[in-house]
């Protein structure tokens, strides 16, 4: 059964006097507990595409269902509440809150939605174990290297138990050790927690372990078939 | 349940409060700006507050002195009353400019913040915090702010005030309800400053708000970046600056130019009263110029005055129309009270002033009469042109002022009972009914019945009198006398009055609807108390009216009227004539001519002629009245003919300033107008525009005939609030002069004869004829203002019955603290007046108080000048916070692009160049927009005051004091700037070296 579900989904920006279409007429859908990667060169429009399919931003036509809800057809405040509870997304610049310790940027999707932080306490253990975060978590952003700020921003993904992981070349600024580890934990996570998992990656191994693949150029996106 | 609270707290606290905390914590140098922007505001608001609340209290404690006892109180309470409402409406106005004022500061505050901050609140958003989470995480912040910084400023102003109290020789409270109302006040102006930001900022989708992280700091775009290299680059890159940060700067520009507008006001409002009178001429006493003056050497003596005046040459014979309009009568519809069959019309007399309990201040900016008598509240409006708010509804609580004792008490309206249900006698001759329909004073004549005062049911037969004591005893009654209930006729009452239409005697008939066809007028008269039989009206055949003797022609014009019981007859006769009414067997109406004599005459019936004519007659004067309603009986317009010269010393017309018309007329018609007249709104209305009627109300008022530009032989109307005469050239109205009926025959014996009461009199009562003419021209005149009547000393003495000439003597009285003193004054000299009347009739003496007194001694107590100079130093103080920052955050934003220009080789000399033609440039717009919102700040301000009625205005704001301000806005926008920048600029030096 398809989790997510996108069609004809069009976006464009205005620069100066040129109109840039960096998503043109894309359609695909994903089937529950799918591993998707989505490769291509910079400014294809890959990030658009899943910050679209996450509810970060509106495309200028078409639609994305998310387990049934057009997201497109929701308005700011529905979006935010429906975004805080079936959403996670992993930034290539970890996005931390920079005067928040780790622990807080973790724990962030729950005290901006206002939810009770006692319930997540075993979720956010495990988490934390699974991660190796837990002598850091004290720590200021400033405090940690790209690696951990990247685990930190997993971690805040994946806290309120999203039913979709969207990251957005997640290991972009790590080195290679550095990005397997993180991927082998995502994966590992995905595995244990049952997300669907969209990962946006310039990284041929990244997209290697994925169940299929797209390829992602001018705006237009196609399977890749191995 | 201990545990349920404390999992409750720690979840607040975890979900809400901490991230609030932190965030505060984590922009410790915005937020402490804020703090102390917070404290100066809630330092005015909380002075504000504390300010009103002690004034309020001394004004009370005034008010309660005075009204402790003693004549004259009703004046003295209204003075205070009015002055009280005035500064409770300069402290709403005070605090709607603090609300506007600190809205824009914190406006100007918070949206540099949340731009500052927008990478943060966007995470939150990207995370699942809808709109009211945002709104409520926002607001936190800054609430935590202030309550931090709310108690210090109550205290703060606390002392301020109390130290400014005691140096004016007064004690000051410290009302705790002032804390809990800034609080309310400045959590509602936070809320709605940040929620309106929030809902703005959180339509813009994630990815907007989160591509500022890293770059909210970078405001070089690629364009303008290019142009950075150019020549004339300090000039260049500082005007470009500016304009990339206009957003901000605009606001900021406008902002800080208020803030110097409001300073400016205020101070100027200040010195404006601190000029408080010690000597105000307190009182006016007017007397006739022929009369003897030696009296006012008495004046003198009173104790408290302290000097007097005299305009000898003067000519006074201006009259407020305020002071001849006790006579106005107050539609339902401007009561509030349901009209209709079920209500009578409220109407009545003047001498009690009605105060709405909970709009004290509409009661003090508009004069609302009423009379209670026999059981019935008689509302009456005077011809205040503020007196548009008034609504008074059934069951709502007044308070009223009996003119003859000053006593205040609280009533409660009622309507008269519903005519329908009226069993008795009592309603139809009741003095409401009496007076509507002959516009007389029932005082004066009227006997009425009634079981006791309670109840309006009687038994028919018994009778009491109302009436002034004065009249009972004039007419021989004492207390304990009935007398039998009988219908009356004075000799001036065989007089018809002009432009009274009187619908018969109440004991016949009663009054139905009456309309105007042509030239008839037909009615419908329903039999009441009688037996059913035949009547026959009868229409003299000439309108003169003479001794009732005379042969009458009744032939064609004698109709029967059928009015057996319930049948309801209906007759039409002509207008202008007289009706009789006779039962039938009365008169013989085989033949055409009928002596009356012959048959029924007082001798023969061995019967006085007041009994002949109560029993046997009564009378109809027809005029063409239509749609006839009580309430509309006794507004009255006023006219008078064409003047021949006008000068201060022969005022030939009767005048008024009002929005007004002049209406032209024709010489022709002006042929033999007296020199003052008078028109019934009745009359104007049925000869003009019939269906109009319904637009002209009680706040009409008055209008008048004037001449100033015509020709000799033209008339010139001048009416005020004309807009709803909708008067056109070729109408005809019928215009009515001063018969020579003497007036004062109609005045109470306890009444001083002034002028003014005698033209009251005349007003009240009617005397004059009828003219018609045709109105040739109507000119709308924008400039009039005020309805003020003017009265040649002719047309006084002509409307009057005595000289209008006047003379005025100004008495003064020191304002002293002392409300007894001043109350003893007041009295002495009410009585000294009353007595020199007594005595000399002639004189035509009577005293005005201004009020002056009450207003300078509110004034006083107030200690307004030191506030206001508090307050504005407060506002003014604001300003370099404001603009410090504001600019803080502008230059932590260009701190990437001076890190620019340092890599491309742009020294830091070139740097300080381009940051100080910024500056400049800052202060010198800072400086344009101060100067163009300055004057429009003052019209907006005392536009402010005019519209809450208070007696302050600003003046022409000194130019040192603009200057002053000016120049201070310009340093805090030099200054902020240039601090900012060497902070920016120092870091950006420090991070490329790094």
Redesign the interface.
Known sequence: MAILVAQDIIKQYKQ?DRVITAVNQVSFEIEEGEYIAVMGPSGSGKSTLI?ICAG???PNAGHVWLRGQDLTAMN??EL??Y???MVG?V?Q?H?L????TAL?NIL???????????QYRERLRKLVDILGLSDRLNHLPSELSGGQQQKVSIA?ALI?YPQVLFADEPTGNLDKAASLDVLGMMLGLKKELKQTLVIVTHDPDVAGKADRVFLMDNGVLTPKYS | MVSDLY?KTR?IW???L??SV?NV??NKRIYISILIVFLIQELILCSILLVHANNAAAAAGMLEQVMSGGSGVSDQSTFIRMELGQQRALCLLALSAWAVSSFLVMWRIFSANLERNR??YG???????????MRFILSLDVLLIALVSLPVSWLLAGLVCSLIYHAGGAGCSWSAWTFFAALGLEIAVTVLCIGIQVGTM??K???VL?AS??VEDYVVSP?RSYNVTGKNQPLRLAALGLWRMRRYYLPLFLCSAILCGLFCGMTGLSADSQEIPDTAAQYVIRYNRQADTAWQEQVTAVEGVTGISGSGDEDADIRSAQTLGTHMVVLPSDTGIETGAEYDTLYGVDDVLVYPANTETNSALGYTFLDVSQGYAQLILSTSGRNHSFTASVGERIYLRNGETGSLKPVVIRLRYPRSSVTTPVLLLNPADYEAVTGRDFFDWIYTERADASALSISKGEALIAAPRAVLEAAGLSDGDTVTLCYRFREEDATPSPSVYYSGPDELLEAGTITLEDEFVSFTARLLETEGGRYMIFRRSDNSIGAFDSSLDYGSDLSVLDLSDPVVGKSTVSVGKTLMFFAEGDIDTTGSVLSIPARLTAADLNKSDDEYMATYYAYYNVRPVIAVTEASRRKLVFATRQRSSFTTDNHDPVMTYGDAYYLRTDSANLKDIGSAVLITENQFTSYTQPQTYGKIHATDRFSVLEDPDSDPGKAVLLLPQSSTWELETGRTVQLAEPNDADVRKYADSDMPLTGDYLLELRFRNLQYRYVTLTLTEVKRDPDVMEPVFILSGKDYLAVAGTAGQINTLQVYVKAELDTAKIKKTEESLTALVAKISKNDPDAGISLEKTGEIWQVLVMKVSNLSPFLLELSILVLSMLPFLWYFTSSCFYKKREKEYQLLFYIGKGKAFLNRTAMTECLLSAALSAVTTMALIPLMRILLNGALGVIGSSLRLGPVSWPVIVATILANMCCAFFAAWINYRISAGNALRQKEA
């Open positions: 100066y910050q970060l931003d509106k700011q405040d935010c509440r975004r805080g509870k997304f930034f610049e996005r809150v920079p005067y928040y807080e962030l999707p729950l005290t901006a939605a206002g939810r009770d932080l006692e805040r309120h | 999992e979840k975890r979900t809400m901490k991230p932190q914590l984590a990478y943060v995470l939150f958003i990207t995370f699942g915090a809808d709109t009211r989470r959180i339509r989708p994630c990815v989160l992280q890293g364009r």
